[in-house]
């Protein structure tokens, strides 16, 4: 059995003594005591299973209990052979029999031990070792929240439906938002999905949050304000929005300086109300101000206040920045800069969509790219009355990263898909956008992110006739401005993109004690849980740093950030049959209904369908420990 | 039609159905325990595991559907030594005392207290009705050797009808399941998924939801909640006998299976799948039928005497005067100043006859029944 | 009921009015409970906020009695906004204009002050209505036990016509019936103006078939008379021997006093049941009857499903089976009738003439019963009622009905309304459901239902024992507060003999079916004063 013993992620990598996982049992070093930690790992495991299947439930705390025996030095009648066949034999039952993956991996370490060392198991008088453990599963490790995944899908299945409300923004303050618009990298590592369709974990965390209509759907045990250190926040994205919501929730007073008229972010003024409708941004937002948190609006934070008055002068302990990626950068192409009208950016149109206006005329559009805006700015020019509306994009559909539902609504609601071109030159007069030029491509040799680079083929050039474009091809961050006097002159705090420079864990900046950030500004455009993710280490970090504390990534986190770049399921597990349980039904507004306005089109479930689709889920759970 | 394989004999089966149900059909016996078909509840105990080719584990026969090509075993040494494996930890959980009054300690004290009670032979009312008991009987459980587990159980005395002995419960969670799933009453907690707080889950009935309809009564496969009203009747040697019914309240009709021994009502229980209440019954229909057995039943024809007691008659003293009374006042004062008022929670029969009498002899239409109340 | 309780399970969308369906039909609570779970839409008109009402998307909290108001209302926003199944009600239906007609002064804003319901929300009840089809309809006595019941009942069908949802699976007007047997009992001819298969004594032809079946000359082709003329006639002598079989109707009928005055004054009065109770203190003969299990026989439930009733075990002492009892009377009066069994009863003469169950026969009720009609041997029985819209008297007719107040409304001098119904626990005066272990202890003692509102002004306590009076009665009753009561409105239920509701409540009637209106009198609650 494959053993995982190499820890290596792209930002750290750790050294162990010892790992006992899933897959087995690693040894680096002989300081380690076997019995003692095996001990620890299998009451690890009998404390997370669930109780409901009895293998599982029994088997697990039988085996503990024998191990703890064994530590105490009490062998069953003086023979520790018997103990060990016992240990075998349960181990086996537990396997092969258990519900789910707590009872059907952990005892594998166990196994490990028995065939190759059975020797170490003998009894004795052990001293108790520090082990870190984890628990986590595919979905789990794939979310860069690492929210609790199985566990509130378990909920839904049990009809406990603010119990896994409750789970998820543990880890994830906006559940609507995510729920509707995230990208869904957990459905990718479902294990459901080998072998036909993934759970619809994003579709089920937003049933969780519509299921909830009280006003105010966090309860909190905690004194809000209760402490005295204020932090400020830059951005009321969902980076800055997040970092607040666990902030409040450990009693800080925070305030949130944003730069617009609305919270949100990129999530506000970035996906347009068929996909996520106002009320659940306000709802959300409301929760966060419900923990006490206060939201300065048309507050641009390095401009009309600098970060250093709000340290020095304002009272704050701390910031932390979350400016996100809000500009967009040019399409390079010929005669971009003599066109007025009609030629804008996808983020500048869906800004203004957002806010009701519509700044573009006429009837034909096109728009360059093939990510989630490109299809948020067609599907949009559609809604406002556009008849022709068509997407260039250099690659061909497979190596686009736009959400393959998205492509499939956008389709069905009308928009012409053109691959492999790539806009050269855009015609216009006196200003006016009139059609635009488009190279023709073939797919060349793979690059360096496994994707196939597009080439053009000589000589094929053709014009398209158009009275908009729309360029959708990427986010700029412009962060440089904010920390303005703080940074000096040596761009400090800023990486070599201009980036902030934060800590992937703590959201430190480089180079200042009091200073935080993460989200888009640190790391470029990337995904919303992302950001809400770094919101939410941040929160951690921060109050460490003002209770005072050392900033630095904890075991779990760095030990969570190392499975990140491995695969939890093994290859060589075996799929479980095929479902023939029909994955959800997803509702969507007819198409005829669709484009006169803005009303949301993915619909949600009811009761019956939610329990019924959680009631899919194989619960991969995985259990890890390493001494270190 | 699709095909699988089980034990190899090959056997139909409809899309959707699960291996349980297929194997049912063709006569091929799965044994379960925690599975309740109705709520769709099971893959709890595991006992209905079989082996299924191609998988490197056993699967639940209850909640695994039957795909074609499926080629399964359900009897296999392996399997019979799981099932073993899991009864002999179910036994050394609780107090099952039926098999285990040899061993010393095996009882829980509300167990010893109610063994003593007057009546009994055994302290557990579900024995010889115990799935769990079936099961051990049928693998043969050497019972004898089960050391119990230390612990303390919980006794819910609290419901009129209903007692839970935690002691006899394996924490299936069908009583949860029907609570929730089929009567909707939500009283009764699921098993949390992980990450359980209390070291054991219990079925524990949060009484403000509860509506006292006993499906969870209906259901549990052991002895842990067992109808105060069959104490020291249910565990009578006499046969169990089965008695399909209808209820007697109100205008739904539910089917019940009456219980009877010794010629008493022991038990009411609802029909399995049939129609119009696929199993359920309510407090009333569950729980309110012992007025048959009231000391205050009226038992023989009575007839006021001048001071206004009653005096106990004939059958023939009581119809005759009725007879008399009835034809002289028709004959005097006209067939329509007699009337009648029939029963509308009797059966029709009766009805039928008591219109019948009113209008082929008294030959008045003065009849009606209490339907407007 | 149009339709079955199977379709309660798989309806899409379910209007129910009048109806405490968690308490007084509680297995078939748990289906519609299970609907809404599953997606179907709900709306409940109870002026209680009932444990189904909570549930409900829409709950529309009504004053007592405005049932016909609110239904008018509703269609006038139908038909206003052309919502209605046009081509239904055309090939269906009649009467259409004359209900159109009528409604039109029903605008949502006349409804609302009736009705204590927005206007909007009348009318948004109205559309959501007509968005689904087929959309079930289903009653029980919160519409019926009004003085304007039967055109409550006729407002019901006209909106279910209106949006064409008769005659379809998951669609129909279901009255959910309060006994056991109701239904039973009015197939069975226990009415007064029909013989057994609903055939009109009035009707020669009928006459005749029966008088050859039963071999008897010259039945009565006069009407009957129902029970409250019946008790209203012991008292004036039109009534002078009263024979009352199984109810207990000093407890159950309105005004106790009165009641019990006419029948004290019963010249001879024969009861038959299976206790002593209040009604048998005035008989001049008690019979003791075998109780339900002591004998074999059918019963008929709401969805018109005729289902066996099995001996469990033996009448005690001399008590004998009901059919006995008239048969042995019959013979005393020189008619030898020839069955000796329920199953010779039914197979014998029900069945065979009764048209509408003749295919009905005890070998075919082993199972899971059938439902009536159901004409031959071979028929399955019918699960819908005017299927596909072919109404049983052809087209279905339209009969629009004005809103009229309740007999007795609340005033100066009696401020409150009461409203009355059964609880989960026991069961009509408790004859039966009082001599059960436990369901005592669940429910020891009747309450009198108050909102808290109410409770505050009047300063009464949770618990503490109050005095409720109307014109005819007063009864010392324990007060439970409950947010689930809206202002003005007193409930409790008749129970139990010492405070029950009819003491309380006036005998005023249906003028069609003689119901009382249980469901609506003017009482007034104090403090007791020591």
Same mark, same amino acid.
């Given at each position: 059995m494959s053993i995982i013993d190499t820890w290596a992620g792209d930002k750290v990598s750790i050294e162990t003594k010892a790992v006992m996982g899933f897959g087995g049992v690693t040894i680096n070093d002989s300081s380690v005591d076997v019995l003692d930690m095996i001990r620890a790992y299998m009451d690890k495991a009998a404390g997370?299973?669930?109780?409901?299947?009895?293998?599982?439930?029994?088997?697990?705390?039988?085996?503990?209990?024998?191990?703890?025996?064994?530590?105490?030095?009490?062998?069953?009648?003086?023979?520790?052979?018997?103990?060990?066949?016992?240990?075998?034999?349960?181990?086996?039952?537990?396997?092969?029999?258990?519900?789910?993956?707590?009872?059907?991996?952990?005892?594998?370490?166990?196994?490990?031990?028995?065939?190759?060392?059975?020797?170490?198991?003998?009894?004795?008088?052990?001293?108790?070792?520090?082990?870190?453990?984890?628990?986590?599963?595919?979905?789990?490790?794939?979310?860069?929240?690492?929210? *609790?995944?199985?566990?509130?899908?378990?909920?839904? &299945?049990?009809?406990?439906? *603010?119990?896994?409300?409750?789970?998820?923004?543990?880890?994830?303050?906006?559940?609507?938002?995510?729920?509707?618009?995230?990208? &869904?990298?957990?459905?990718?590592?479902?294990? &459901?999905?080998?072998?036909?369709?993934?759970?619809?974990?994003?579709?089920?965390?937003?049933?969780?949050? *519509?299921?909830?209509?009280?006003?105010?759907?966090?309860k909190t045990e905690v004194a809000p304000l209760a402490k005295k250190q204020k932090v400020a926040v830059v951005g009321a994205g969902p980076a800055g929005l997040s970092c607040a919501y666990h902030l409040s929730k450990q009693s800080f007073p925070v305030t949130i300086f944003e730069k617009q008229q609305r919270s949100g972010g990129m999530a506000k003024y970035g996906i347009p109300d068929y996909r996520l409708p106002a009320a659940v941004l306000k709802k959300e937002v409301a929760c966060v101000q419900a923990l006490g948190c206060e939201i300065q609006y048309s507050v641009d934070v390095g401009s009309d206040v600098s970060v250093q008055e709000l340290l020095e002068q304002k009272g704050y302990s701390a910031v932390f920045i979350a400016s996100g990626a809000p500009d967009a950068p040019s399409m390079r192409c010929e005669n971009e800069q003599h066109c007025t009208?009609?030629?804008?950016?996808?983020?500048?149109?869906?800004?203004?969509?957002?806010?009701?206006?519509?700044?573009?005329?006429?009837?034909?559009?096109?728009?360059?790219?093939?990510?989630?805006?490109?299809?948020?700015?067609?599907?949009?020019?559609? &809604?406002?009355?556009?008849? *022709?509306?068509?997407?260039?994009?250099?690659?061909?559909?497979?190596?686009?990263?736009?959400?393959?539902?998205?492509?499939?609504?956008?389709?069905?609601?009308?928009?012409?898909?053109?691959?492999?071109?790539?806009?050269?030159?855009?015609?216009?007069?006196?200003?006016?956008?009139?059609?635009?030029?488009?190279?023709?491509?073939e797919l060349g040799e793979a690059d360096a992110s496994g994707r196939r680079s597009p080439v053009p083929i000589e000589g094929e050039i053709f014009e398209l006739e158009c009275d908009v474009i729309i360029h959708a091809i990427g986010q700029k961050v412009t962060v440089g401005y904010i920390l303005g006097g703080l940074s000096g002159e040596g761009n400090a705090g800023l990486d070599k993109y201009n980036n902030l420079e934060a800590d992937p864990f703590t959201g430190k900046v480089s180079s200042f004690n009091n200073l935080f950030g993460g989200g888009d500004c640190a790391t470029g455009p990337k995904t919303l849980i992302a950001a809400l993710a770094a919101g939410e280490r941040a929160a951690l970090h921060i109050a460490d740093y003002l209770e005072g504390k050392e900033v630095s990534a904890s075991k779990i986190e760095i030990l969570e950030h190392a499975l990140e770049s491995i695969k939890i399921v093994d290859d060589v597990e075996i799929a479980p049959p095929t479902d023939l349980t029909a994955s959800i039904p997803l509702h969507a507004l007819p198409v005829d209904e669709r484009l006169y306005d803005f009303s949301e089109v993915e619909q949600g479930s009811i009761d019956a369908e939610a329990c019924k689709e959680a009631s899919r889920c194989l619960r991969c759970f995985r259990i890890l420990m390493v001494a270190s | 039609m699709s095909y699988m394989t089980i034990n190899g004999k090959k056997i139909e089966f409809r899309s959707g159905e699960t291996i349980v149900e297929a194997a049912q059909k063709a006569g091929i016996y799965i044994p379960t325990l925690c599975h309740l078909p109705r709520s769709g509840h099971g893959d709890v105990c595991r006992i209905c595991s079989v082996e299924v080719k191609g998988q490197d584990r056993f699967l639940p026969a209850?909640?695994?559907?039957?795909?074609?090509?499926?080629?399964?075993?359900?009897?296999?040494?392996?399997?019979?030594?799981?099932?073993?494996?899991?009864?002999?930890?179910?036994?050394?959980?609780?107090?099952?005392?039926?098999?285990?009054?040899?061993?010393?300690?095996?009882?829980?004290?509300?167990?010893?207290? =109610?063994?003593?009670?007057?009546?009994?032979?055994? =302290?557990?009312?579900?024995?010889?009705?115990?799935?769990?008991?079936?099961?051990?009987?049928?693998?043969?459980?050497?019972?004898?050797?089960?050391?119990?587990?230390?612990?303390?159980?919980?006794?819910?005395?609290?419901?009129?009808?209903?007692?839970?002995?935690?002691?006899?419960?394996?924490?299936?969670?069908?009583?949860?399941?029907?609570?929730?799933?089929?009567?909707?009453?939500? =009283?009764?907690?699921?098993?949390?998924?992980?990450?359980?707080?209390?070291?054991?889950?219990?079925?524990?009935?949060?009484?403000?939801?509860?509506?006292?309809?006993?499906?969870?009564?209906?259901?549990?496969?052991?002895?842990?909640?067992?109808?105060?009203?069959?104490?020291?009747?249910?565990?009578?040697?006499?046969?169990?006998?089965?008695?399909?019914?209808?209820?007697?309240?109100?205008?739904?009709?539910?089917?019940?299976?009456?219980?009877?021994?010794?010629?008493?009502?022991?038990?009411?229980?609802?029909?399995?799948?049939?129609?119009?209440?696929?199993?359920?019954?309510?407090?009333?229909?569950?729980f309110g039928y012992d007025f048959i057995y009231s000391k205050d039943r009226l038992t023989t024809p009575l007839i006021r005497q001048e001071d206004g007691s009653f005096k106990s008659a004939s059958w023939d003293e009581a119809l005759e005067l009725i007879a008399t009374k009835f034809t002289d006042t028709i004959e005097k004062y006209g067939a329509d100043s007699v009337a009648g008022v029939s029963c509308s929670r009797s059966i029709n029969e009766d009805s039928y006859q008591m219109q019948k009498l009113f209008r082929s002899i008294f030959k008045t239409n003065n009849i009606d029944n209490c339907a407007r109340t | 009921m149009t339709n079955s309780f199977a379709h309660v399970r798989?309806?899409?969308?379910?209007?129910?009015?009048?109806?405490?369906?968690?308490?007084?039909?509680?297995?078939?609570?748990?289906?519609?409970?299970? $609907? #809404?779970?599953?997606?179907?839409?709900?709306?409940?008109?109870?002026?209680?906020?009932?444990?189904?009402?909570?549930?409900?998307?829409?709950?529309?909290?009504?004053? #007592?009695?405005?049932?016909?108001?609110?239904?008018?209302?509703?269609m006038q926003v139908i038909i206003e906004e052309n919502l209605y199944d046009k081509a239904y009600v055309e090939k269906n239906t009649e009467g259409f204009e004359n209900l159109k007609k009528t409604v039109a002064a029903y605008t949502p804003e006349m409804a609302s002050p009736i009705c204590g319901i927005p206007a909007g929300v009348i009318a948004q009840v109205a559309r959501d209505l007509a968005s689904v089809q087929p959309a079930m309809l289903a009653y029980t006595l919160g519409i019926t036990e009004h003085t304007c019941g039967v055109n409550n009942v006729f407002s019901c069908a006209s909106l279910q016509m209106l949006l064409g949802n008769v005659g379809h699976p998951l669609g129909g007007v279901n009255p959910l019936r309060g006994q056991n047997n109701v239904q039973g009992a009015c197939d069975m001819g226990a009415l007064p103006k029909i013989f057994p298969g609903y055939e009109k004594v009035a009707d020669a032809e009928a006459r005749k078939k029966f008088e050859k079946f039963w071999n008897v000359k010259d039945l009565p082709s006069k009407n009957g008379i129902m029970m409250p003329d019946m008790l209203e006639g012991l008292p004036t002598k039109k009534i002078r021997a009263f024979y009352i079989f199984g109810e207990n109707i000093a407890n159950t009928e309105p005004d106790i006093r009165h009641i019990e005055s006419c029948l004290a004054s019963?010249?001879?009065?024969?009861?038959?049941?299976?206790?002593?109770?209040?009604?048998?203190?005035? $008989?001049?003969?008690?019979?003791?009857?075998?109780?339900?299990?002591?004998?074999?026989?059918?019963?008929?439930?709401?969805?018109?499903?005729? +289902?066996?009733?099995?001996?469990?075990?033996?009448?005690?002492?001399?008590?004998?089976?009901?059919?006995?009892?008239?048969?042995?009377?019959? $013979?005393?009066?020189?008619?030898?009738?020839? +069955?000796?069994?329920?199953?010779?009863?039914?197979?014998?003469?029900?069945? #065979?003439?009764?048209?509408?169950?003749?295919?009905?026969?005890?070998?075919?009720?082993?199972?899971?019963?059938?439902?009536?009609?159901?004409?031959?041997?071979?028929?399955?029985?019918?699960?819908?009622?005017?299927?596909?819209?072919?109404? $049983? /008297?052809?087209?279905?007719?339209?009969?629009?009905?004005?809103?009229?107040?309740?007999?007795?409304?609340?005033?100066? !001098?009696?401020?409150?309304?009461? +409203?009355?119904?059964?609880?989960?626990?026991?069961?009509?005066?408790?004859?039966?459901?009082?001599?059960?272990?436990?369901?005592?202890?669940?429910?020891?003692?009747?309450?009198?239902?108050?909102?808290?509102?109410?409770? !505050?002004?009047?300063?009464?306590?949770?618990?503490?024992?109050?005095?409720?009076?109307?014109? /005819?009665? +007063?009864?010392?009753?324990?007060?439970?507060?409950?947010?689930?009561?809206?202002?003005?409105?007193?409930?409790?239920?008749?129970?139990?003999?010492?405070?029950?509701?009819?003491?309380?409540?006036?005998?005023?009637?249906?003028?069609?079916?003689?119901?009382?209106?249980?469901?609506?009198?003017?009482?007034?609650?104090?403090?007791?004063?020591?």
């Open positions: 997370e299973s669930c109780g409901q299947c009895f293998p599982c439930r029994s088997g697990l705390k039988n085996i503990a209990k024998r191990l703890n025996a064994l530590c105490e030095g009490n062998a069953s009648d003086n023979n520790s052979e018997n103990d060990i066949e016992y240990l075998a034999n349960l181990a086996k039952v537990v396997m092969s029999s258990a519900r789910c993956d707590i009872g059907q991996t952990s005892p594998k370490a166990l196994l490990d031990i028995i065939e190759n060392a059975p020797n170490l198991l003998a009894a004795r008088k052990v001293t108790k070792g520090n082990y870190t453990s984890l628990v986590t599963a595919p979905c789990m490790n794939a979310c860069p929240g690492h929210v *609790d995944i199985p566990t509130y899908i378990e909920n839904i &299945r049990l009809r406990q439906f *603010d119990e896994g409300l409750s789970c998820v923004m543990d880890k994830c303050s906006m559940p609507g938002t995510i729920g509707r618009v995230c990208e &869904r990298p957990c459905e990718a590592a479902c294990k &459901r999905g080998q072998n036909g369709t993934p759970i619809a974990i994003r579709h089920l965390k937003r049933f969780l949050f *519509d299921k909830n209509t009280s006003p105010n759907i966090i009208t009609g030629y804008i950016s996808g983020i500048e149109y869906l800004n203004e969509a957002t806010r009701g206006n519509k700044i573009i005329h006429g009837t034909r559009v096109v728009v360059v790219g093939g990510g989630n805006v490109a299809m948020d700015c067609v599907r949009t020019a559609l &809604r406002h009355g556009f008849t *022709d509306v068509q997407i260039i994009y250099r690659r061909t559909e497979l190596e686009m990263p736009a959400d393959k539902l998205e492509i499939h609504e956008a389709k069905l609601e009308g928009v012409t898909f053109n691959f492999l071109l790539a806009p050269t030159k855009i015609h216009h007069a006196n200003g006016c956008v009139t059609g635009i030029s488009c190279q023709k491509m | 209850c909640s695994t559907h039957a795909e074609e090509g499926m080629c399964i075993e359900t009897e296999t040494p392996a399997l019979i030594a799981l099932r073993k494996h899991i009864l002999t930890t179910i036994l050394a959980e609780g107090r099952h005392d039926c098999f285990m009054r040899a061993i010393p300690n095996s009882k829980s004290p509300y167990q010893i207290a =109610a063994m003593n009670m007057p009546h009994r032979e055994h =302290a557990c009312p579900s024995d010889g009705r115990c799935e769990l008991q079936t099961l051990v009987l049928k693998y043969q459980i050497p019972v004898k050797d089960i050391v119990p587990e230390e612990g303390d159980f919980v006794l819910d005395n609290k419901h009129p009808m209903i007692t839970r002995d935690f002691s006899r419960c394996i924490q299936c969670g069908r009583c949860a399941s029907a609570c929730n799933a089929i009567q909707v009453n939500e =009283a009764i907690p699921s098993q949390f998924g992980r990450r359980a707080e209390k070291e054991n889950w219990l079925p524990l009935v949060n009484y403000d939801n509860c509506t006292h309809c006993g499906e969870c009564l209906q259901v549990c496969p052991t002895g842990a909640l067992s109808a105060k009203k069959a104490y020291g009747l249910s565990t009578k040697k006499d046969e169990l006998i089965k008695i399909r019914t209808t209820c007697p309240y109100c205008g739904v009709g539910c089917q019940q299976e009456l219980l009877v021994k010794e010629g008493r009502i022991i038990e009411v229980n609802g029909v399995a799948d049939a129609e119009p209440n696929l199993g359920r019954l309510c407090v009333k229909g569950r | 798989d309806a899409k969308m379910v209007f129910l009015l009048g109806s405490n369906i968690t308490e007084a039909h509680p297995v078939a609570a748990t289906f519609l409970k299970q $609907a #809404v779970r599953n997606g179907c839409r709900l709306i409940v008109a109870d002026p209680r906020r009932t444990g189904i009402a909570k549930l409900a998307e829409t709950h529309l909290q009504l004053k #007592v009695g405005s049932d016909i108001a609110l239904l008018n209302a509703i019963a010249e001879f009065l024969v009861v038959q049941d299976l206790f002593h109770n209040e009604t048998s203190k005035f $008989a001049h003969v008690i019979l003791p009857s075998a109780a339900w299990s002591e004998d074999d026989g059918t019963f008929t439930n709401s969805e018109r499903r005729v +289902s066996r009733v099995r001996t469990a075990s033996k009448a005690p002492g001399q008590a004998m089976p009901n059919w006995w009892i008239f048969k042995e009377l019959a $013979a005393k009066l020189g008619h030898n009738w020839k +069955s000796n069994s329920s199953q010779e009863i039914w197979d014998n003469e029900v069945s #065979v003439v009764a048209a509408n169950i003749a295919g009905i026969k005890y070998s075919r009720l082993e199972g899971d019963g059938l439902q009536w009609p159901c004409t031959d041997p071979n028929h399955e029985g019918t699960t819908v009622l005017h299927k596909e819209g072919a109404f $049983a /008297r052809g087209k279905g007719l339209f009969t629009p009905a004005q809103w009229t107040p309740p007999a007795e409304v609340a005033d100066k !001098e009696y401020p409150f309304v009461l +409203s009355t119904g059964r609880r989960l626990y026991h069961y009509h005066t408790r004859t039966q459901t009082g001599r059960c272990e436990g369901l005592n202890t669940l429910l020891p003692h009747e309450t009198a239902d108050i909102s808290p509102i109410d409770a !505050e002004r009047l300063g009464i306590a949770q618990g503490e024992t109050i005095r409720a009076s109307s014109r /005819r009665g +007063s009864v010392d009753v324990i007060a439970k507060i409950t947010p689930d009561m809206p202002e003005g409105l007193v409930w409790m239920a008749f129970h139990f003999r010492e405070n029950n509701a009819n003491w309380l409540t006036n005998p005023a009637f249906d003028p069609i079916s003689q119901t009382a209106e249980y469901k609506a009198c003017a009482i007034k609650i104090e403090k007791i004063i020591k």
